[in-house]
């Protein structure tokens, strides 16, 4: 394939870079000779940590979604602090949000009723917490029966978590919820499927995996949403274009009922070198919008693309501000403008 990473000159840079380690050259237009960039070699790389209180979660918010009942609905938002993912994806920068090591048994609970006794009135909850939910590491479980009781007030919950960590706790905790008339979702990163691309983001899945995770989840009667990276390292723009599409579709058929795009960003260190030596750049607006509208033509499922970022970077432009609003307004009314 032709991609930013088809010329000697880059990797040799690569290579250089103190932070990395690489172990092997990518040769020209071969990206099967590169290797994965290493845990250590990110580490390295990235800046220096936060001390977080584990009392409090990173922060919270209501903000609508277009539900699975065909609604706007307001959904309450929790960024948990807990323990750093053991999945160290080279993209990733949610690390910064997060601690070296386990929180206390009861700090979760006490991190929702901190947001919950906040944030406005309701329908669903979002328990984000920066990697897996069913990390015993990161979310004990000795607190999933105090974190269900929280959710009592909501019609649907919805955690994140690994593929591979997709087993027997899910069920634990789906149980929890049921008794209580409580439907549960739960979001896993696919990022891309793209064969060359995905082994290299270190993020230790293949897509055989996430499929599985998902048909085990689906017929069990868990909902399931994807995570896809638009334009992750290695890609051009039209690249990253094509495969989040390729990607979007590969979910729907795995099972899930909805697709949250994530445009690729900076900010964790080593995402800093690939762009340096011409490995990685940001995706535009335009690839972002374009994804939005050819993934909502598939009539799949929902299709939302995260515009978190994009209205912060875009407040001195109005030009951007208005793609930008169009865009909200898809993930809301579901339609392409």
């Known amino acids: 394939m032709r991609s930013s990473m088809s010329t000697e000159n880059n990797l040799s840079k690569v290579t250089e870079a103190p932070a990395l380690r690489l172990s092997t050259a990518l040769s020209k237009d071969n990206m099967e000779s590169f290797s994965v960039i290493s845990d250590r070699d990110i580490i390295a790389a990235r800046p220096e940590r936060e001390r977080l209180p584990v009392d409090k979660p990173q922060t919270f918010f209501v903000e609508p979604e277009h539900s699975a009942a065909g609604v706007v609905e307001d959904v309450a938002t929790i960024f948990l602090t807990n323990r750093e993912c053991p999945f160290r994806c080279l993209m990733c920068d949610l690390w910064k949000g997060t601690t070296e090591e386990s929180v206390p048994v009861g700090a979760i609970p006490m991190q929702i009723d901190y947001a919950l006794s906040r944030l406005g009135p309701a329908r669903h909850l979002k328990l984000y917490n920066s990697g897996n939910f069913f990390d015993s590491q990161a979310i004990p479980i000795e607190d999933h029966q105090a974190i269900a009781s929280r959710c009592s007030p909501f019609q649907s919950v919805i955690v994140e978590n690994h593929p591979k960590l997709c087993g027997p706790r899910c069920l634990n905790f789906r149980d929890l919820l049921s008794d209580r008339d409580i439907e549960f979702e739960i979001a896993v990163g696919l990022e891309t499927i793209h064969p060359d691309v995905l082994p290299r983001l270190n993020k230790q899945m293949t897509a055989a995996d996430f499929a599985s995770a998902a048909r085990f989840l689906h017929s ?70 374009q994804v939005l509208e050819r993934g909502l033509q598939l009539q799949a499922g929902r299709v939302f693309v995260d515009l978190w970022d994009a209205e912060r970077t875009t407040l001195n432009d109005p030009d951007k501000q208005l793609q930008v609003a169009r865009m909200k307004r898809m993930n809301h009314s579901q339609r392409v403008e």
């Open 220 to 289: 069990e009667g868990i909902r399931t949403r994807a995570f896809i990276l638009l334009k992750p390292p290695f890609m051009s723009e039209q690249e990253g274009i094509e495969w989040a599409i390729k990607s979007i579709q590969f979910a729907f058929e795995c099972g899930v009922s909805c697709c949250s795009v994530i445009p690729t960003r900076g900010g964790n260190g080593i995402m800093e070198t690939l762009t340096a030596v011409g490995l990685f750049e940001p995706p535009s607006l335009h690839a972002l919008e």
